[in-house]
């Protein structure tokens, strides 16, 4: 038969095209490598470890959670929630901690409570949108409100301590090392077990396509409410950091940290649509987010062009992430 | 021994009926051709089998055994693997990935990648040799040809060692090679007493292939014959129906002699079709005719500008065209309307007159609008093709799919194109809507217009074009004049080996 002879494609990339096709968050890489390049001329202090741990600290919430958001994004799906969420966890543990006293049991107990709670939370939104088929975006913006008021009745207003005991562990070090690095390396090795998992591969599957999936024999609902619930565990997680951070308990502390999230997804070369991306991508995503609000303060900007500034170098990185992927593919 | 009974299998879409009456009977070890022109129902059996369409009634019998399908993955305990026409994958995921996604070796939650490799190594290894360049375990399927999508389609299908198999055209896109590989895998599926369904539209793999050949007529099952005491003419004769052959022709508008060609196409050839070359004289309807996807939309669609075509040369009224893009054809005098509205037809959301106009703007390079003088160029075009609305200011989701569709035809109504092309203008429209638009179309080649038109129902075909080229396998096969046009010719054009 003449079959039709679709134009050949090129396929003998070099070794630089496949290690971007294998990797798509080299560009965001690369970015993130000349941001903390650019914080070390500007301020040679921001890259002692003093400055880093400082920086992981801040940060290590905006990580957690653009790792929440990237399961669900894998999917095709969104969490408008997630930043409500981690209020939500924060405003718990914080209560509960405060409640029972600050010792090292009742810290524990607060944080499997605080991880519970964020998984209910993931698994009502898994709910809403998986099994009662409601479009994600909305229906997790709902969601958000919901979780924010239930945050806003256990605690109206912000400002109760969380004990030293836990703040004090946060910020500190163990044997001469600050213990948000050991929190980090935990974090790293949970991504590298959650990548090896068959939700991981699924929910990348119902990304590529919903309707293939299903006819493939996937349980496509239970996929999706899978991504949720991880994400909602995530965003508990995020939520400890918070607390670590700010060592207090505050109704909105995470609000405006979703977009932020879903930016950090999309920057480290995840797709929106779902089915291609990296947790890792996301991780340095939230990094480069960090780097820029660093950087946008050691350069000296003035306080009311700080907002503008931050947002014109986040477009700058998106664009300047899409176009070395694409030059490097070519 | 029978391994797959359907019973009186039924299922509708609102007033379509897909499926009427399906009883079909399938023995172990056997394999079993469903035949059938575009949209008799094969498909939808198929994916009523498949558990991926719940039939309205009717009973499934499996090894002597009534079952409920109630989904793909009770399918696939029920021991059916079906390759979808449109195919089951997931475009960023790796062959390997693909072909075990249905069923992952795992080790408690965790992906077992080793035994992944190795289940996915074993059905690759079936089509060794014939995979083509660029395909490996761990290529990523978007970056594979259409043939190798579909074969790893195939080994996704196979890994699930299923006792039915079903494969709604898994051959469309395979070559002679790897079509050869596949049906000898297939003969060695039915030693190990497997049962499968084939679906093929290429008369010659049917012949190769099967068994026993169920042919299926608008939804209903017309016949089974076995291949060894059949020919190709009688199993076209069951697709055509005992009524339809004997019926004459339509009467051809008569040629008229030195009619001028409004479009002259030589050796264009582009993505999905090669060497088209053909005339429409003034006062025509040229139909295309085929199965689905042969290149008809292709061509139609690369006249028009929409699509790039590679190579070749086109006049339009004796002028050279380039048809690089739609602004420039329609200011030349093209005109295309596609049966896919939602795509390229409806300006969603918009009221009524917005979507008349969009045309005439252009040609006229409209930059301000004076809405009483538009809406006196739009009801006539809207009136003469009878087209039912409430108000010009209406939303044009407002309307039936029938009434949709004259609002985008009418819009090239209003300043007279030399060439309109149909890309299978009527789909998704009611009976009412379809005459009046044939009417109009004949009216409108009757006024001097050149039109062409592409019908995936042949009837339409058959009833309304003066000459008919068949494509397949994106070229033109045969071209059918005056008597010739014959649901017989046009089938046995369109199913032959390409």
């Given at each position: 038969m003449a079959s039709i002879e679709a134009p050949a494609r090129s396929r003998s990339g070099s070794a630089v095209k496949r290690a971007f096709e294998r990797y798509p968050f080299l560009p965001a890489l690369i970015i993130l490598v000349v941001l903390i390049a650019l914080n070390g001329w500007f301020q040679p202090r921001s890259v002692s470890l003093v400055g880093m741990t400082g920086q992981v600290k801040t940060y290590l919430a905006l990580m957690l959670l653009a790792v929440a958001q990237t399961y669900v994004i894998y999917a095709g799906d969104i969490d408008l929630s997630a930043g409500a969420i981690v209020s939500l966890v924060n405003v718990v543990i914080v209560g509960v901690m405060a409640q029972w006293g600050g010792d090292g049991v009742t810290i524990f107990v607060a944080l499997a409570i605080g991880l519970a709670t964020g998984l209910a939370c993931g698994i009502v939104n898994g709910l809403v949108v998986a099994a009662l088929r409601l479009q994600a975006i909305v229906a997790t913006f709902a969601t958000s409100i919901f979780f924010t008021g239930l945050a806003l009745y256990i605690q109206p207003v912000a400002g109760t301590p969380a004990p030293a005991a836990f703040w004090r562990t946060y910020g500190g070090r163990i044997l001469e090392i600050p213990f948000v690095f050991y929190?980090?390396?935990?974090?790293?090795?949970?991504?590298?077990?959650?990548?090896?998992t068959r939700l991981s591969l699924g929910l990348l599957a119902v990304g590529d396509g919903q309707q293939e999936a299903f006819q493939s024999g996937l349980p496509v609902t239970r996929i999706r409410m899978g991504g949720y619930a991880l994400c909602g565990v995530f965003a508990a997680l995020a939520a400890f950091c918070i607390t670590g951070d700010t060592a207090s308990g505050d109704p909105l502390v995470g609000g405006k940290m979703t977009l932020f999230s879903i930016a950090a997804v999309v920057l480290g070369g995840s797709a929106l649509a779902g089915g291609y991306g990296t947790v890792v991508g996301s991780v340095i995503g939230a990094l480069i987010i960090g780097f820029i609000n660093s950087l946008v303060f050691f350069v000296g900007t003035p306080s009311e062009w700080q907002n503008l500034v931050q947002g014109a170098a986040i477009l700058l990185a998106l664009m300047t992430g899409v176009l070395v992927g694409r030059r490097a593919r070519a | 021994m029978s391994r797959?009974?359907?019973?009186?299998?039924?299922?509708s879409y609102g007033a379509t009926k897909a499926l009427r009456h399906a009883d079909l009977d399938i023995g172990a070890g056997e394999v079993h051709v469903l035949m059938g022109s575009n949209g008799s129902g094969k498909s939808t059996l198929s994916k009523i089998v498949a558990g991926s369409v719940r039939p309205d009634t009717g009973e499934i019998v499996l090894d002597g055994k009534p079952v409920t399908i109630s989904g793909p993955q009770a399918a696939r305990a029920l021991g059916i693997a079906i390759f979808?026409?449109?195919?089951?994958?997931?475009?960023?995921?790796?062959?390997?990935?693909?072909?075990?996604?249905?069923?992952?070796?795992?080790?408690?939650?965790?992906?077992?990648?080793?035994?992944?490799?190795?289940?996915?190594?074993?059905?690759?290894?079936?089509?060794?040799?014939?995979?083509?360049?660029?395909?490996?375990?761990?290529?990523?399927?978007?970056?594979?040809?259409?043939?190798?999508?579909?074969?790893?389609?195939?080994?996704?299908?196979?890994?699930?060692?299923?006792?039915?198999?079903?494969?709604?055209?898994?051959?469309?896109?395979?070559?002679?090679?790897?079509?050869?590989?596949?049906?000898?895998?297939?003969?060695?599926?039915?030693?190990?007493?497997?049962?499968?369904?084939?679906i093929s539209h290429r008369m010659d793999e049917i012949f190769a292939i099967g068994d026993r050949a169920t042919v299926i007529r608008d939804g209903e099952i017309v016949g089974t014959r076995q291949i060894a005491d059949t020919t190709p003419a009688e199993i076209i004769s069951l697709m055509v129906g005992a009524q339809e052959e004997a019926a004459a022709p339509a009467d051809a508008a008569p040629a008229r002699a030195g009619a001028a060609s409004v479009l002259s196409v030589r050796n264009l050839s582009g993505a999905g079709f090669s060497d088209v070359s053909f005339e429409v004289r003034a006062g025509e309807i040229l139909g295309f005719g085929g199965l689905h996807g042969q290149g008809q939309s292709a061509v139609l669609r690369a006249l028009f500008g929409a699509n790039p075509s590679a190579s070749g040369h086109v006049e339009l009224s004796g002028k050279p065209l380039h048809p690089n893009n739609p602004s420039v054809t329609i200011r030349q005098g093209v005109a295309y309307v596609s049966g896919d509205r939602s795509r390229d037809g409806v300006v969603t959301g918009r009221p009524i007159l917005e979507n008349v106009m969009p045309i005439h703007y252009l040609r006229e390079r409209m930059v301000l609008a004076n809405p009483s003088a538009l809406a006196a160029k739009a009801l006539p075009a809207l009136q003469a093709l009878r087209t039912k609305f409430a108000g010009l200011g209406h939303p044009i989701s407002s309307l039936s799919g029938g009434n949709q569709q004259k609002v985008v035809i009418a819009r090239w109504l209003i300043d007279r194109p030399a060439v309109l092309l149909l890309d299978d203008p009527t789909k998704g429209i009611d009976l009412s809507a379809k005459t009046d638009l044939f009417t109009l179309i004949r009216k409108l080649a009757a006024e001097g217009m050149g039109i062409v038109l592409y019908a995936s129902e042949d009837a339409e075909l058959l009833d309304n074009a003066d000459r008919i080229l068949v494509f397949n396998g994106g070229s033109v096969r045969r071209e059918l004049t005056g008597a010739e046009r014959t649901r017989f010719n046009l089938y046995q054009a369109a199913y032959e080996a390409a």
């Open positions: 929190m980090a390396v935990l974090f790293a090795i949970l991504l590298v077990v959650l990548v090896r | 797959l009974q359907l019973k009186g299998v039924a299922k979808y026409q449109e195919l089951s994958l997931a475009a960023h995921r790796t062959v390997a990935e693909n072909i075990c996604l249905a069923d992952l070796p795992s080790r408690g939650a965790f992906v077992d990648r080793k035994a992944l490799e190795a289940r996915a190594a074993k059905y690759a290894a079936l089509f060794e040799g014939v995979t083509g360049e660029g395909f490996s375990l761990d290529a990523v399927v978007q970056d594979l040809r259409a043939d190798q999508r579909q074969l790893v389609e195939i080994m996704k299908t196979l890994a699930g060692e299923a006792s039915v198999l079903i494969f709604d055209e898994a051959t469309s896109a395979l070559d002679r090679a790897q079509v050869e590989r596949f049906f000898e895998i297939l003969r060695d599926l039915k030693r190990e007493g497997r049962s499968i369904i084939f």
